[in-house]
């Protein structure tokens, strides 16, 4: 079946460093992927999308990386707050509908 | 409206009470999802409507889960009889976009909390 894996539950950082979320898949050939973040109590909201045909995407201290070969995808903030501090979903389409499904998130923390 | 709007916030029902969840999505969007999501997990996907056609519903955890669409706006998600396993955060998003060759890039509400005691 199709599968979405963020392997980290939770990531602990100092603030300024680079925090790196990894998101692997498995059964897909997504045409492209997105990244959403979650603060609690409220609904994810939209970051970034990345096509299978770009390798990386940039936005202010955000980068994403797409590789369609190892079914990966990087996401990256650089120089990061404590205001980063959030939860992390990546989210693929799945069949030809459209919809989007999902990873179990990525709790990022990042200390002063 | 200026986003997606979810009533109620909170929902607190009886064990076998019908909940009726209501999502305003934002104007001229086509698609609506509705995902419920468990705490310290991420959404999982319920069903999806392209205007008033629900395309997939193949996530419906059993049939006392029901949404509807009729107008293509306004969009109920229905539980009956609920159960304790029922408890979790229900979104909805809309997507100005529809189907897989677009991005369908998702503007969430905040959700419904749902506690069945």
């Known amino acids: 079946s199709q599968k979405i894996e963020q392997n980290s539950e939770a990531l602990n950082i100092q603030e300024g460093k680079t925090a790196t979320l990894t998101c692997n898949y498995t059964n897909y050939s997504p045409a492209y992927l997105q990244w959403y973040r979650q603060d609690p109590g409220r609904g994810p909201v939209f970051l970034l999308l990345?096509?299978?045909?770009?390798k990386e995407k940039r936005k202010e201290r955000l980068k994403v990386t797409f590789d369609t070969t190892l079914k990966q995808s990087l996401f990256h903030i650089t120089a990061s707050q404590p205001a980063d501090s959030a939860t992390y979903l990546c989210a693929l389409v799945r069949g030809s509908q459209g919809n989007l499904i999902f990873g179990k998130g990525t709790k990022l923390s990042v200390k002063p | 409206g200026a986003g997606v709007s979810q009533s109620p916030r909170y929902k607190v029902a009886k064990r076998g009470q019908d909940v009726a969840l209501r999502c305003d999505p934002i104007s001229g969007h086509v698609s609506l999802f509705w995902y419920q999501q468990a705490l310290g997990q991420g959404p999982e996907f319920l069903t999806y409507f392209q205007n008033e056609a629900q395309l997939d519903k193949s996530g419906l955890p059993s049939d006392r889960f029901f949404a509807e669409r009729p107008e293509g706006s306004v969009s109920t998600l229905k539980i009956q009889r609920t159960q304790q396993e029922d408890s979790a955060v229900y979104l909805c998003a809309s997507s100005l976009t529809g189907g897989a060759s677009g991005a369908n890039v998702l503007t969430f509400g905040a959700g419904s909390r749902l506690t069945v005691l």
């Open positions: 990345i096509r299978e045909n770009e």
